[in-house]
């Protein structure tokens, strides 16, 4: 059978699945006949590498540094198939995740590091339907601007149509001038070179306690409700965790939330800007969120003007 060279439909069968089981790499020994279960090997003039499962290795006794999930693109890709490949390890870096491809007869194949393998398929759900999602470039801003006028031309509070420009357009502006911007926390959803979606988090405080807080975001509203508002907040919170940041707060619908693990802020002991914010202010704690924290959350500056 002939594999698929269209770069397109390879896309959007890319089919990713995680086998069972953790991968490591390793030299074998020099002069060592090959035994065990391999699972692929390498021959260069400095030695042989071979990728195995980890239980494998340490029956072998061979070392390793680097642990990693292994996951099989089932499209069934023609090994000349032009692109796949750089689209697919650009998609992941852009998300910050190393990735190395193994290309056998039939399919693909990535191993990610294991603590990123939610991430890496989050990332190859969405690039099969075309999605990417990466850090705002200054030269975005006027494409991200549009994006949200559009966005919020309907209010989240009222459901109404918005007169005018809407408020959040000038606050993103603002936030992206002010000392709280964060640059790889203002990040893109992007479809074939088209900005659809945008989330930002800017510096906020709890007393001395740094963290962030996220908002505006948007999706142009023809694409609303397909997965990529989710996959905006789900990536903020990868991002801000890696970056140590201790919590994410927004002001937001309970409805809405929750689902990605926000809770209202008072039940951490942390109460809103203005209190009749009440439940509608939540906050997402991070692993390196500290006990016994205690006080009134506080906005980058351009909030206060809104
Ligand atoms: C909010 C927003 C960013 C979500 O992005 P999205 O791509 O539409 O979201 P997803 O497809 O990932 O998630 C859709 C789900 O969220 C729910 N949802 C979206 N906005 C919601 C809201 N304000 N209240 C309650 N639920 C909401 C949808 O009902 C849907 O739920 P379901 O999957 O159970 O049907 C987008 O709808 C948007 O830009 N809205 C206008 C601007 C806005 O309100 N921004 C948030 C305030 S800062």
Request: aromatic residues 6%; contains cysteine.
């Given at each position: 059978?002939?594999?698929?060279?269209?770069?397109e439909?390879?896309?959007?069968?890319?089919?990713?699945?995680?086998?069972?089981?953790?991968?490591?790499?390793?030299?074998?020994?020099?002069?060592?006949?090959?035994?065990?279960?391999?699972?692929a090997?390498?021959?260069?003039?400095?030695?042989?590498?071979?990728?195995?499962?980890?239980?494998?290795?340490?029956?072998?006794?061979?070392?390793?540094?680097?642990?990693?999930?292994?996951?099989?693109?089932?499209?069934?890709?023609?090994?000349?198939?032009?692109?796949?490949?750089?689209?697919?390890?650009?998609?992941?870096?852009?998300?910050?995740?190393?990735?190395?491809?193994?290309?056998?007869?039939?399919h693909?194949?990535?191993?990610?590091?294991?603590?990123?393998?939610?991430?890496?398929m989050?990332?190859?759900?969405?690039?099969?339907?075309?999605?990417?999602?990466r850090?705002?470039?200054?030269?975005?801003?006027?494409?991200?601007?549009?994006?949200?006028?559009?966005?919020?031309?309907?209010?989240?509070?009222?459901?109404?149509?918005?007169?005018?420009?809407?408020?959040e357009?000038?606050?993103?502006?603002s936030?992206?001038?002010?000392?709280?911007?964060?640059?790889e926390?203002?990040?893109?959803?992007?479809?074939g070179?088209?900005?659809?979606?945008?989330a930002?988090s800017?510096?906020g405080?709890i007393?001395?306690?740094?963290?962030?807080?996220?908002?505006?975001?948007?999706?142009?509203?023809?694409?609303q409700?397909?997965?990529?508002?989710?996959?905006?907040?789900?990536?903020?919170?990868?991002?801000?965790?890696?970056?140590?940041e201790?919590?994410?707060?927004?002001?937001?619908?309970?409805?809405?939330?929750?689902?990605?693990?926000?809770?209202?802020?008072?039940?951490?002991?942390?109460?809103?800007?203005?209190?009749?914010?009440?439940?509608?202010?939540?906050?997402?704690?991070?692993?390196?969120?500290?006990?016994?924290v205690?006080?009134?959350?506080?906005?980058?500056?351009?909030?206060?003007?809104?």
């Amino acid at each position: 059978m002939l594999g698929e060279t269209d770069l397109e439909t390879l896309l959007e069968s890319l089919h990713p699945v995680v086998r069972d089981g953790d991968y490591v790499y390793a030299l074998w020994p020099h002069g060592k006949a090959l035994e065990g279960d391999v699972e692929a090997a390498v021959r260069e003039a400095e030695g042989l590498t071979v990728v195995l499962r980890r239980e494998e290795a340490d029956r072998l006794g061979l070392a390793y540094d680097f642990v990693a999930a292994w996951i099989t693109l089932q499209i069934h890709s023609a090994l000349e198939a032009v692109g796949l490949t750089a689209a697919v390890s650009a998609a992941l870096t852009h998300a910050g995740i190393s990735c190395n491809v193994l290309a056998g007869f039939h399919h693909d194949h990535l191993l990610v590091p294991v603590a990123e393998v939610g991430r890496a398929m989050d990332v190859l759900q969405l690039l099969s339907r075309g999605i990417v999602l990466r850090t705002e470039r200054p030269e975005d801003r006027d494409e991200i601007l549009e994006l949200t006028a559009r966005a919020f031309s309907v209010s989240p509070v009222t459901g109404q149509p918005v007169e005018g420009t809407p408020m959040e357009v000038g606050l993103l502006k603002s936030l992206f001038e002010c000392d709280e911007y964060i640059p790889e926390l203002s990040i893109v959803a992007e479809i074939g070179g088209d900005i659809v979606g945008h989330a930002i988090s800017t510096r906020g405080w709890i007393g001395d306690l740094e963290l962030v807080a996220l908002g505006p975001i948007g999706v142009v509203p023809t694409l609303q409700r397909r997965g990529i508002g989710s996959a905006l907040m789900r990536e903020s919170a990868a991002r801000a965790t890696a970056a140590g940041e201790p919590g994410i707060a927004l002001l937001g619908s309970p409805l809405y939330y929750p689902r990605f693990g926000y809770v209202p802020a008072t039940s951490l002991g942390v109460q809103p800007p203005q209190a009749a914010w009440g439940e509608h202010f939540q906050l997402l704690p991070l692993p390196a969120w500290p006990d016994g924290v205690r006080g009134t959350f506080r906005y980058a500056a351009p909030f206060d003007r809104v």
